[in-house]
């Protein structure tokens, strides 16, 4: 080793990554060791309203993966041990802040009114999917609750973010932008790109890492040797902090200083919500085949569920009892047979939707080519 | 009434259109301090201000995906790429996110923006100041591709495209930025997209163009004689949406096609021109659609004015056509 010594000749390293930061223990109990100060001031009301939209996800989530295997949904992505990444920020914004998904994140767009109906038509691509049949399932819009059109290629929407962010900024609104993405979408150009933009614009905008372990089959030790991914955005000019991705209390709380910094004029912040995939990437993944044995760690998340902890914690405070509980699962369950009995009778999109909305108003090369369409007769589905 | 070249032309277009609305805002690299490698941003920043003109981080994806997120959240973003060699980083936000945006989110968030960027070859730029990357983004469904030739065309044109409800990929013909020159009306004036301009009438074959070769035709027919063959000389102005009736109406009068792009040949816009003719045409034709290209080669360096369609390459493709 050199012992050589000269003004500069100092080697920047980065500390080692905190514990991420909790509130609830695993068993929904404010941990002792805790600030009061820090907990969040939420209502019961709000409270409760946040549990059932957890339970909503949850249910929601089985009911269509079970539909899925029986052949009568194509493809569905499910949120299992997730579901506080989606409320505790949810509640921490205002409904005029933008959202710009990731595939695994239905809870924001239901906490802002996506209705059971929206997202049942979505996903079988009706004539009344909001999006008109075009893209595959849990490929969600909702512009009324500012929840951006969700894409396939991960990443590209967090520069997306970023500018819509600027421009807020640029038309003197004090709107936040989140985006969310998961620990493998920290790999790609456009997760640099975006927040070094952010930094350099003092963006307000929140970056929402649902760091769940797993890209598919690929571990989150394969994406970076970084300490951890908060740690990234120290090297982009702003804070990082990691939370318990199961504590939507300590999401909501990271959240609302995030978003206070940002309408402060303070700029962004990255959020690593650390939790876990417990169940496959999509329906059409086994994570069996890669995630045997001591790298299933299924079983240890389960004990950390982010909707069992929140339930405690609202037990404990005396808000939630077994006959509201209850009373979430028969209306949510009853939503969502409307929705699917509704599906029942309802067609495709009309075979015009196929030329609309590519721009403004249809070229005449593509009204030309859909009546070449339809002076023959429909093409059978080959699946 | 002044006389600009195509830099001051775009120049007046932002400036005119920044005014008027409040909500277009530029970027890019360069584009703001500088007013641009080419100076077509020259001024509006000292004008509007660093939230309006705004010089971004090195990184062609950050700025087409920043430009999309503030179309969606309601500016009018014009993003300069600095040379469309450079716009590949930036492909898959071009490609998969703005050109898709009103489509996958049925309608409820369109994405209205303009991509400004110069293209080309002759400028002794080698491989990666000079290509023509127009058929990848004519290819995209959702984006529309305009090229303008002269000034004129060129303030025109970007102040329809600055109004469009749909993203616009505006490529301006680096090579003639400054030596194609021409009156241009003060105040604004819109050109609609989708209507090629004849710039020659004529009755032996038809001559379909754009960009910069515009001029190395006319230079054809004015210096190497090709005028004797009587050609219709058609710039497209617009490649998408694409003026079918004018280009079919000229081909059925003189049944003679010659097609000319700087582009490789493999694939580049004639390809489409070509086939369009084949299905609308072909019992009008009287000699084999003749295409004048780049190679299918990258662009070279040293010898670019061998590569690139010349007088003479076009004046032999003319009166071959012509005497078929």
Known sequence: ?383 | MPVYNIIQAVNDALRLEMRKNPRVVVLGEDVGRFGGVFRATTGLQEEFGKDRVMDTPLAEAGIIGTAIGMALYGLRPVAEIQFADFIFPAFDQIVNELAKFRYRSGGEYPAPMVIRTPYGGGIRGGHYHSQSPEALFAHTAGLKVIIPSNPYDAKGLLLTALRDEDPVMFLEPKRVYRAARGEVPEGEYTIPFGQAKIVREGQGLTVLCYGAMLHVVMEALEKQGAAEFDPEVIDLRSLVPLDTETILESVRKTGRVVIVHEAQKTCGFGAELSALIAEKALLHLEAPIVRVCGLDTPFPYTLEMEYLPSPERITKAIADTARF
Not at chain 1, 278 to 292: F, G
Request: a neutral charge; glycine letters at 8%; hydrophobic letters at 40%.
């Open chain 1, 1 to 383: 080793m050199n012992q050589a010594t000269a003004p500069g000749l100092t080697i920047l390293e980065a500390g080692d990554a905190p514990p991420p930061f909790a509130i609830l223990d695993d068993d929904g109990a404010v941990r002792a060791d805790v600030d009061p100060a820090l907990v969040p001031k939420i209502s019961d009301a709000d409270g409760l309203r946040i549990y059932r939209e957890m339970l909503k996800v949850r249910l929601v989530d089985d009911r269509f993966m079970k539909l899925q295997r029986t052949g009568r949904l194509g493809f569905y992505m499910q949120s299992l041990g997730e579901e506080a990444t989606h409320l505790g920020v949810a509640y921490a914004l205002r409904q005029s802040d933008w959202v710009f998904p990731s595939y695994r994140e239905p809870g924001i767009a239901f906490w802002r009114g996506y209705t059971l109906r929206d997202f049942t038509n979505q996903l079988f691509g009706n004539a009344e999917d909001p999006v008109k049949g075009r893209q595959m399932p849990v490929h969600h819009t909702f512009r009324a609750g500012n929840f951006v059109s969700i894409s396939s290629p991960v990443g590209t929407q967090i520069p997306q973010a970023v500018g819509a962010a600027r421009a807020a900024q640029i038309m003197g609104k004090d709107d936040v932008s989140v985006v969310y993405f998961g620990e493998g979408t920290a790999s790609p150009g456009d997760f640099h790109v975006g927040l070094n933009f952010a930094g350099v614009w003092k963006a307000p905008c929140i970056f929402v890492c649902r760091n769940n372990g797993w890209a598919i089959s690929t571990p989150a030790t394969v994406q970076t040797a970084a300490k951890s991914i908060a740690h990234k955005a120290l090297a982009y000019g702003f804070p990082g902090i990691r939370v318990d991705g199961n504590d939507v209390l300590a999401l909501a709380a990271v959240t609302l200083q995030a978003a206070a910094r940002a309408r402060a004029g303070e700029g962004p912040t990255l959020i690593e919500a650390c939790t876990y995939r417990r169940a496959a990437h999509s329906s059409s993944d086994d994570p069996s085949v890669y995630r045997k044995g001591d790298l299933d760690e299924s079983a240890i998340w389960e004990k950390r569920d982010p909707l069992n902890r929140f339930g405690k914690y609202m037990t404990k405070r005396g808000v939630l009892t077994p006959a509201i509980e209850q009373i979430y699962r028969d209306e949510i369950t009853a939503e969502l047979q409307a929705a699917l009995a509704a599906v029942e009778t309802i067609g495709p999109p009309p075979l015009v939707s196929l030329i609309e909305d590519v721009y403004a108003q249809p070229l005449p090369i593509l009204k030309e080519q859909l009546a070449e369409l339809l002076a023959l007769p429909r093409q059978k589905l080959s699946h």
